[in-house]
């Protein structure tokens, strides 16, 4: 089985500040993707950005950016010039190529401070 | 609109009182799925359906069923609720593996479930 660890139940950033928050995960596969949910305090979760592990460049998605680490099985979330919208909790997840199963960490709530 | 509809979003119940929440999607997408979020816990997948009349229990399955008769449906129903039922559940759709998907999910609102 998958398993995905967020070690960061709470981080706070200051607005227009940069911060990382980490994930790190345990597979036997080689092919899979990875992602960062974003869910605000409305609950709706929204995809923040993808990882394609046959892929080697980072993702990036406007003020997000990811390092992937595969042989370390890292998967941290770079939030560069942070705003308030940012306020939320952010999950990080795991699937499978084959698209079946997902597996979420335990969530790293985030607050950005003004 | 591209969306994914729960319903009840929030309901109250008594243990041993069947229920069913409700999901469909108009996105025609093929994988659907449900989750349960529990504080400290994440998000732990129940069941999901690659596709109609095809269902696979997720990590979490124990006391929950489900169908997919039709594409755009897939409710969750709990048989006999009991106290440790008491969540907030998303359902979720994905393309699927005949639409070329890499896995993003679209999300329902959630259901707040609590069961005396």
């Known amino acids: 089985a998958q398993t995905v660890t967020q070690s960061q139940p709470e981080m706070s950033v200051q607005e227009a500040e940069t911060v990382t928050l980490s994930c790190t995960y345990d597979t036997s596969e080689n092919n899979y993707y990875l992602f960062w949910y974003k869910q605000p305090p409305s609950r709706q979760m929204i995809l923040v950005i993808r990882?394609?592990?046959?892929?080697?460049q980072n993702a990036t998605e406007n003020r997000f950016s990811v390092n992937f680490q595969k042989a370390a099985k890292s998967f941290s979330l770079k939030i560069s010039d942070s705003q308030l919208g940012d306020t939320a909790m952010y999950f990080c997840a795991f699937m499978k190529h084959t698209g079946n199963q997902f597996y979420f960490g335990t969530g790293t709530s985030l607050t950005v401070i003004p | 609109e591209a969306q994914v509809t729960q319903n009840p979003r929030y309901l109250i119940t008594v243990t041993g009182k069947k229920l069913t929440v409700t999901c469909s999607q108009n996105?025609?997408?093929?994988?659907m799925s449900w989750y349960r979020q529990d504080p400290g816990l994440g998000l732990r997948q129940i069941y999901y359906s690659m596709n109609v009349e095809v269902t696979d229990k997720g990590d979490v399955p124990e006391g929950y069923k489900v169908s997919r008769k039709e594409k755009r449906n897939f409710p969750l129903i709990l048989e006999s609720p009991s106290p440790n039922q008491t969540s907030l559940y998303f359902c979720?759709?994905?393309?699927?593996?005949?639409?070329?998907?890499?896995?993003?999910?679209?999300f329902g609102e959630g259901s707040r479930l609590t069961v005396l």
């Open positions: 979720a759709s994905g393309g699927g593996a005949g639409q070329g998907w890499t896995g993003e999910l679209f």
């Open positions: 996105m025609n997408h093929e994988y």
């Open positions: 990882q394609e592990a046959y892929k080697q």
